[in-house]
C-alpha cells in the first residue's frame, strides 16, 4: 500500500499571504490527523477530520483550517500568514479513531514563510 | 491535563552500546503510549505502542519499551546501537477517550564509531 502523500513538499510564501496543504491518506483510512512541528513548540495537533467533519481540535488561531473530502484526502489552509507559521506540516492517517489506532505519518510539507 | 516529559533533549552512545531514551507521562487515567523515530526531512515513523495488553512492548528495528505504572514511566531501550539508530525519537501520549497524539520534545540520538 502506498503511504501517506502530502504536497507540496516545499513551499515558500511571504506574510500576508495564504496557503493550501494537501494530504492523501493510506487507502481506506478514513481519520486524517495534522500537526505542527517547529524546533520551539515541538509537535502540536491542529485538526482531526473522520468522515469529512472536523472531530478535535488543538490550540491553534482561526487562521488554520482545514477540511476532508469523501474520498478521505484532506487539505489545510493558513490564512494571513506570519512569520511564526514557518514549520514543518505533517499529516497522519489512520483506519479509524480507536484510540489505540496507529497514526501512520506523510513526510510533511515544510513551510517557509517570509 | 496530560503530558509527556522526555528526559534529555541529547543523547549520545557508541556502537554497540545500550541505548535508553526517557520518557515520562503525567495523565490522571492510564494512557496509551506511542515512540516514533523521525529521520532527517522525513515523517514520523512507528516504533512501538503501549495498549494495555502487555508492559514489556518490543518494536521495529529491536527496540523495545517497558510500561512501569508506578513510574509513569515508557522508557526506549535497545541493547546494541546501530549507526542507522541516530534520529530523533519522540514519546507521545493519547488519553482513552482522545484521538490527539500528545507529543514529547524529542530526543536526539547521536551513534559515533
Known amino acids: 500500500k502506498a503511504g501517506v502523500t502530502q504536497t507540496p513538499r516545499y513551499l515558500i510564501k511571504t506574510r500576508g499571504q495564504q496557503v493550501t496543504l494537501s494530504c492523501s491518506p493510506i487507502s481506506g483510512h478514513r481519520s486524517v490527523s495534522w500537526y505542527q512541528q517547529t524546533p520551539g513548540q515541538g509537535l502540536q495537533f491542529l485538526f482531526e477530520?473522520?468522515?469529512?467533519?472536523?472531530?478535535n481540535k488543538g490550540n491553534f488561531p482561526g487562521r488554520f483550517s482545514g477540511r476532508q473530502f469523501s474520498n478521505s484526502r484532506s487539505e489545510m489552509n493558513v490564512s494571513t500568514l506570519e512569520l511564526g507559521d514557518s514549520a514543518l506540516y505533517l499529516c497522519?492517517?489512520?483506519?479509524?479513531?480507536?484510540?489505540?489506532?496507529?497514526?501512520?505519518f506523510g513526510p510533511g510539507t515544510r513551510l517557509t514563510v517570509l | 491535563a496530560q503530558s509527556v516529559t522526555q528526559l534529555g533533549s541529547h543523547v549520545s552512545v557508541s556502537e554497540g552500546a545500550l541505548v535508553l531514551l526517557r520518557c515520562n507521562y503525567s495523565?490522571?487515567?492510564?494512557?496509551?503510549l506511542f515512540w516514533y523515530v523521525q529521520y532527517p526531512n522525513q515523517g514520523l515513523q512507528l516504533l512501538l505502542k503501549?495498549?494495555?495488553?502487555?508492559?514489556l512492548v518490543k518494536g521495529i528495528n529491536g527496540f523495545e519499551a517497558e510500561f512501569k505504572k508506578s513510574e509513569t514511566s515508557f522508557h526506549l531501550t535497545k541493547p546494541s546501537a546501530h549507526m542507522s539508530d541516530a534520529a530523533e525519537y519522540f514519546c507521545?501520549?493519547?488519553?482513552?477517550?482522545?484521538?490527539?497524539?500528545?507529543f514529547g520534545k524529542g530526543t536526539t540520538l547521536s551513534v559515533s564509531s
Open positions: 507521545a501520549v493519547k488519553l482513552p477517550a482522545g484521538t490527539a497524539l500528545i
Open positions: 477530520y473522520f468522515s469529512e467533519t472536523q472531530r
Open positions: 503501549y495498549t494495555s495488553a502487555a508492559t
Open positions: 497522519a492517517s489512520s483506519p479509524d479513531r480507536g484510540v489505540t489506532d496507529t497514526q501512520y
Open positions: 495523565s490522571s487515567v492510564p494512557p496509551y
